[in-house]
Protein backbone atom coordinates (compact mmCIF):
# COMPACT_ATOMS: atom_id res chain seq x y z
CA UNK A 1 0.00 0.00 0.00
CA UNK A 2 1.33 3.23 -0.78
CA UNK A 3 1.76 6.37 1.75
CA UNK A 4 -0.24 9.15 2.00
CA UNK A 5 2.13 10.85 1.32
CA UNK A 6 4.70 9.66 -0.97
CA UNK A 7 4.63 12.17 -3.63
CA UNK A 8 5.16 9.61 -6.65
CA UNK A 9 2.05 8.23 -5.82
CA UNK A 10 0.23 11.58 -5.75
CA UNK A 11 1.85 11.82 -8.84
CA UNK A 12 0.86 8.69 -10.51
CA UNK A 13 -2.52 8.85 -9.69
CA UNK A 14 -2.91 12.05 -12.07
CA UNK A 15 -2.77 10.52 -14.92
CA UNK A 16 -5.53 10.72 -17.41
CA UNK A 17 -8.19 7.98 -17.90
CA UNK A 18 -10.73 7.33 -20.56
CA UNK A 19 -13.87 7.49 -18.91
CA UNK A 20 -18.05 7.44 -19.89
CA UNK A 21 -20.78 8.76 -17.29
CA UNK A 22 -23.22 6.14 -17.26
CA UNK A 23 -25.75 9.12 -15.43
CA UNK A 24 -25.98 12.81 -16.38
CA UNK A 25 -24.29 14.57 -13.82
CA UNK A 26 -24.64 18.31 -12.62
CA UNK A 27 -21.82 21.05 -12.19
CA UNK A 28 -19.17 19.55 -13.78
CA UNK A 29 -19.38 20.91 -17.02
CA UNK A 30 -15.65 21.24 -16.80
CA UNK A 31 -15.69 18.28 -18.78
CA UNK A 32 -17.94 18.91 -21.84
CA UNK A 33 -17.75 22.70 -22.74
CA UNK A 34 -19.61 22.27 -25.70
CA UNK A 35 -22.99 24.18 -23.97
CA UNK A 36 -23.33 25.99 -21.09
CA UNK A 37 -25.74 23.65 -18.85
CA UNK A 38 -22.76 22.82 -16.89
CA UNK A 39 -23.44 19.67 -16.86
CA UNK A 40 -22.67 16.26 -18.37
CA UNK A 41 -25.27 13.96 -19.89
CA UNK A 42 -25.10 10.43 -19.68
CA UNK A 43 -23.27 8.42 -22.29
CA UNK A 44 -20.38 11.13 -22.86
CA UNK A 45 -16.72 9.90 -23.25
CA UNK A 46 -14.58 12.21 -21.05
CA UNK A 47 -11.00 11.66 -19.95
CA UNK A 48 -9.96 12.64 -16.17
CA UNK A 49 -7.58 12.30 -13.65
CA UNK A 50 -7.19 8.82 -12.33
CA UNK A 51 -8.37 9.60 -8.58
CA UNK A 52 -11.29 11.19 -9.77
CA UNK A 53 -12.23 8.59 -12.28
CA UNK A 54 -11.87 5.73 -9.35
CA UNK A 55 -13.64 7.75 -6.58
CA UNK A 56 -16.71 8.36 -9.51
CA UNK A 57 -15.87 4.39 -11.03
CA UNK A 58 -16.78 2.93 -7.06
CA UNK A 59 -19.44 5.36 -6.96
CA UNK A 60 -21.02 3.80 -10.31
CA UNK A 61 -21.10 7.56 -12.03
CA UNK A 62 -18.90 6.29 -14.41
CA UNK A 63 -17.23 3.25 -16.18
CA UNK A 64 -13.44 3.53 -16.95
CA UNK A 65 -11.36 2.30 -20.08
CA UNK A 66 -8.50 0.83 -20.13
CA UNK A 67 -5.68 3.62 -21.09
CA UNK A 68 -4.68 2.45 -24.93
CA UNK A 69 -1.36 1.98 -24.14
CA UNK A 70 -2.35 -1.24 -21.50
CA UNK A 71 -5.22 -2.10 -24.00
CA UNK A 72 -4.88 -5.99 -25.05
CA UNK A 73 -5.14 -4.64 -29.08
CA UNK A 74 -2.27 -2.09 -28.60
CA UNK A 75 1.07 -1.41 -30.64
CA UNK A 76 2.68 -1.20 -27.02
CA UNK A 77 1.95 -4.89 -26.23
CA UNK A 78 3.35 -5.90 -29.13
CA UNK A 79 6.27 -3.88 -28.69
CA UNK A 80 6.99 -5.25 -25.34
CA UNK A 81 6.34 -8.70 -25.84
CA UNK A 82 9.16 -8.13 -28.85
CA UNK A 83 12.16 -6.05 -26.72
CA UNK A 84 10.54 -4.31 -23.81
CA UNK A 85 14.04 -2.89 -22.87
CA UNK A 86 13.73 -0.23 -26.21
CA UNK A 87 10.31 0.55 -25.88
CA UNK A 88 9.85 4.53 -24.91
CA UNK A 89 7.59 3.41 -21.33
CA UNK A 90 8.19 7.42 -19.95
CA UNK A 91 6.64 9.21 -22.70
CA UNK A 92 3.15 6.36 -22.15
CA UNK A 93 3.20 6.96 -18.55
CA UNK A 94 6.03 8.64 -16.52
CA UNK A 95 5.06 5.38 -13.87
CA UNK A 96 3.75 3.11 -16.02
CA UNK A 97 4.01 -0.05 -13.21
CA UNK A 98 2.68 1.95 -10.62
CA UNK A 99 -0.35 3.19 -12.41
CA UNK A 100 -0.95 -0.06 -14.13
CA UNK A 101 -1.26 -1.77 -10.87
CA UNK A 102 -3.57 0.49 -9.77
CA UNK A 103 -5.77 0.72 -12.70
CA UNK A 104 -5.84 -3.45 -12.76
CA UNK A 105 -6.84 -3.34 -9.46
CA UNK A 106 -9.54 -1.08 -9.67
CA UNK A 107 -11.44 -2.31 -13.02
CA UNK A 108 -10.10 -6.08 -12.67
CA UNK A 109 -8.34 -6.22 -16.09
CA UNK A 110 -6.50 -9.23 -16.04
CA UNK A 111 -3.93 -8.63 -18.63
CA UNK A 112 -1.84 -5.55 -17.31
CA UNK A 113 -0.29 -7.71 -14.99
CA UNK A 114 1.55 -10.13 -16.85
CA UNK A 115 2.06 -7.09 -19.31
CA UNK A 116 3.76 -5.30 -16.62
CA UNK A 117 5.53 -8.45 -15.05
CA UNK A 118 6.93 -9.02 -18.84
CA UNK A 119 7.94 -5.41 -19.05
CA UNK A 120 9.75 -5.07 -15.68
CA UNK A 121 11.39 -8.36 -15.69
CA UNK A 122 13.49 -7.04 -19.12
CA UNK A 123 13.75 -4.09 -18.45
CA UNK A 124 15.33 -4.61 -14.64
CA UNK A 125 18.13 -6.67 -15.91
CA UNK A 126 19.09 -3.69 -18.33
CA UNK A 127 18.54 -1.17 -15.90
CA UNK A 128 20.93 -2.87 -13.91
CA UNK A 129 23.93 -3.98 -16.48
CA UNK A 130 23.32 0.45 -17.37
CA UNK A 131 23.95 1.62 -13.77
CA UNK A 132 26.90 -0.93 -13.22
CA UNK A 133 28.93 -0.44 -16.18
CA UNK A 134 27.60 2.56 -18.21
CA UNK A 135 29.88 5.58 -18.83
CA UNK A 136 28.29 9.22 -17.57
CA UNK A 137 28.07 9.72 -21.29
CA UNK A 138 26.14 6.55 -21.87
CA UNK A 139 23.54 7.37 -19.36
CA UNK A 140 21.33 10.26 -20.43
CA UNK A 141 20.59 8.60 -23.56
CA UNK A 142 19.45 5.73 -21.97
CA UNK A 143 17.22 7.44 -18.81
CA UNK A 144 15.16 9.00 -21.34
CA UNK A 145 13.17 5.56 -22.38
CA UNK A 146 13.30 4.95 -18.42
CA UNK A 147 10.10 5.47 -16.34
CA UNK A 148 10.08 6.98 -12.83
CA UNK A 149 10.40 4.05 -11.22
CA UNK A 150 13.51 1.99 -13.74
CA UNK A 151 15.50 5.97 -13.09
CA UNK A 152 15.00 5.27 -8.87
CA UNK A 153 16.67 1.73 -9.80
CA UNK A 154 19.04 3.02 -12.31
CA UNK A 155 20.49 5.38 -8.97
CA UNK A 156 20.19 2.62 -6.78
CA UNK A 157 22.52 0.71 -8.90
CA UNK A 158 25.15 3.42 -9.40
CA UNK A 159 25.09 4.53 -6.13
CA UNK A 160 25.86 1.39 -4.93
CA UNK A 161 28.54 0.42 -7.54
CA UNK A 162 30.16 3.85 -6.44
CA UNK A 163 30.05 1.85 -2.58
CA UNK A 164 31.65 -0.80 -3.61
CA UNK A 165 34.65 0.82 -6.07
CA UNK A 166 35.18 3.45 -2.70
CA UNK A 167 35.46 0.14 -0.39
CA UNK A 168 37.29 -1.43 -2.64
CA UNK A 169 39.91 1.16 -3.21
CA UNK A 170 40.99 1.15 0.48
CA UNK A 171 37.73 2.53 2.38
CA UNK A 172 37.92 1.65 6.09
CA UNK A 173 37.94 -2.40 5.98
CA UNK A 174 37.51 -2.77 9.57
CA UNK A 175 36.00 -0.09 12.50
CA UNK A 176 37.02 -0.42 15.85
CA UNK A 177 33.59 -0.64 17.97
CA UNK A 178 33.81 2.53 20.60
CA UNK A 179 32.85 0.22 23.10
CA UNK A 180 36.16 -1.76 22.73
CA UNK A 181 38.05 1.32 23.99
CA UNK A 182 36.05 1.42 27.49
CA UNK A 183 37.64 -0.16 30.27
CA UNK A 184 35.40 -2.20 32.63
CA UNK A 185 34.48 -1.14 35.83
CA UNK A 186 35.66 -3.59 38.21
CA UNK A 187 32.96 -5.56 39.50
CA UNK A 188 32.92 -5.67 43.61
Not at 6 to 18: F, K, N, Q, S
Not at 89 to 118: D, H, M, Q, W
Not at 139 to 158: F, I, N, R, S, V
Not at 161 to 175: D, I, N
Request: aromatic share 10%; with cysteine.
Amino acid sequence: MASYYDIDDILAEEELVPAVFLQTANEVGIFDCADDTNKVVAGTHVEMPFWLAQELYVRQAVSIKVPPYFDTKAKTRNEIGADAAHVDLRSLCPYFYNFGCKIARLIGEKTIGPLLLVAFRTRYREVLIKAHTAASIVAPKHLTLLTKEETKLYEAGQSSTAAFKKWRMGGPRLQKASVLGRKRKPVE
